[in-house]
Each structure stands twice: as C-alpha cells, then as structure tokens.
C-alpha cells in the first residue's frame, strides 16, 4: 500500500501540567513520524514555562506562549496556525505512559489513507471508553490541517466544546473517522488532578456548561452529540 507522504505536526496545548509535561515531549520527540512539534503554553501559573523553557534546550521544539488562560480551544487553534504540517496529531499534555507505538497508531492510518481523522481511547481512565459515552470527545486525536482550516474561526473560542465541533464537523461532512485504542494510555479525570472533590465536580460543570453552549452555538441537535 502507497503511504502518503506529508509532514507531520504535533501539537501539545499545556496548562499547568508541571509533572506530566517533561514526559510527554519526551516521549513525542522520539517519534520518527513528526516533523514538527509545537507547544503551547496556555497561561500556565505554576512551574510549566520554567519546566518548559529548559526542555527547549534539549528538544526542537516550537514554543508558543500565552500570556493569559485562553481555553483549549484557543490554544488548539493558536497550534494550527502556527503548524507547517500537513497532518496534525493533537496530544494531550497531562498524559501517563505515552509511548511512540501510540502516536505511531494514530498518525499512520492517515499516512496509508484510510482515515481522515484518527481518535485514540486512552485504556486507563477513570471510566473504561468501552462504557464512556464522551470517548469521541478524547484529545488525542490526528486528522488533515486541510480539514479543519474551515472552522479555525470556530475552533479557536469553542473553549472545552473544541472536541464536539470538530467531531461534528467530520460527521456533517461525511468524513472517515477511525478509532483505536491505545493500551496502557493513562488519561487523568478531573478528580484524580485535585485534592478536592469539590473543586474537581465544580470544574466538571462548567466544562459541561461550556460544551452545551458551543452545542446550541452551532445549532447542533442533542441526539447527535455522543455518536460520531
């Protein structure tokens, strides 16, 4: 089988990640399939930049620096932009037991043309992706820069509705999408990062708040938010 010749662009969008980052550039960087990685710092207040401005030394990687919390959506897009790849893998930066085999897994169907976007279940959540209901909202995901250029305007203030835009943009465009599961991928919730259960269910609402606004925004039917 023919594989397509692109360039690849990773891009890894941080906040507050001091104790996963070092490992996930790392393990990113040792991917013979990216031609280019891009991190983006978004408004980070603990020690990610210092962590992140050190790394530079080590790895080629492009740094991009917000001076503010501007939302996932914003700093996705803020990497699109910013990317020369053709292809774009987008990891997330507070992952456990990445490994090249993963990222390997979700640029090549892509390469062979057989997808057009690529999502990756990590294994190890809190609940398994075989039951999740919201594992197409995964940020691991790799698909054509060509693709979503079109919603770039979109994308950029869909904030924690990122995933469900871009999903439904695929769907409503009749796209190839292709999930796989990523093994020994750990993925944290929101309560395993705080001590405070409390804080974690009161960042899960508005989280949740945020997607069903980006939802009626795009004029999105409620019986087509889970599937993809």
């Known amino acids: 089988m023919n594989i397509?010749?692109?360039?690849?662009?990773?891009?890894?969008?941080?906040?507050?990640?001091e104790t996963t980052i070092c490992n996930v550039i790392k393990s990113v960087s040792k991917t013979t399939l990216i031609n280019e990685i891009i991190i983006v710092n978004d408004?980070?207040?603990?020690?990610?930049?210092?962590?992140?401005?050190?790394?530079?030394?080590?790895f080629p990687f492009r740094y991009i620096v917000l001076q503010e919390n501007k939302g996932k959506g914003y700093a996705m897009a803020t990497g699109v932009e910013n990317a020369q790849g053709e292809i774009i893998v987008f990891v997330d930066?507070?992952?456990?037991?990445?490994?090249?085999?993963h990222i390997n897994k979700l640029i090549e169907p892509l390469l062979h043309d057989n997808a057009d976007m690529v999502?990756?279940?990590?294994?190890?959540?809190?609940?398994?992706?075989?039951?999740?209901?919201?594992?197409?909202?995964?940020?691991?995901?790799?698909?054509?820069?060509?693709?979503?250029?079109?919603?770039?305007?979109?994308?950029r203030y869909s904030q924690y509705g990122v995933e469900w835009l871009i999903n439904h943009h695929y769907k409503d465009n009749k796209k190839r999408v292709v999930k796989i599961y990523l093994q020994d991928l750990?993925?944290?919730?929101?309560?395993?990062?705080?001590?405070?259960f409390l804080k974690a269910t009161k960042e899960l609402l508005i989280q949740h708040k945020i997607i069903l606004k980006t939802v009626i925004q795009n004029n999105l039917k409620n019986n087509k938010i889970i599937n993809i």
């Open 4 to 17: 397509l010749r692109k360039k690849v662009s990773a891009i890894i969008c941080v906040y507050n990640e």
């Open 43 to 58: 408004g980070s207040t603990d020690k990610t930049d210092e962590i992140l401005k050190d790394l530079k030394k080590q």
């Open 93 to 101: 930066a507070d992952l456990s037991n990445l490994s090249e085999n």
């Open 119 to 155: 999502l990756g279940f990590p294994s190890k959540a809190l609940i398994s992706y075989k039951i999740n209901l919201y594992r197409n909202f995964t940020g691991e995901r790799a698909l054509f820069k060509k693709e979503i250029k079109p919603i770039i305007g979109k994308i």
């Open 186 to 196: 750990y993925h944290p919730s929101k309560y395993a990062k705080n001590d405070s």
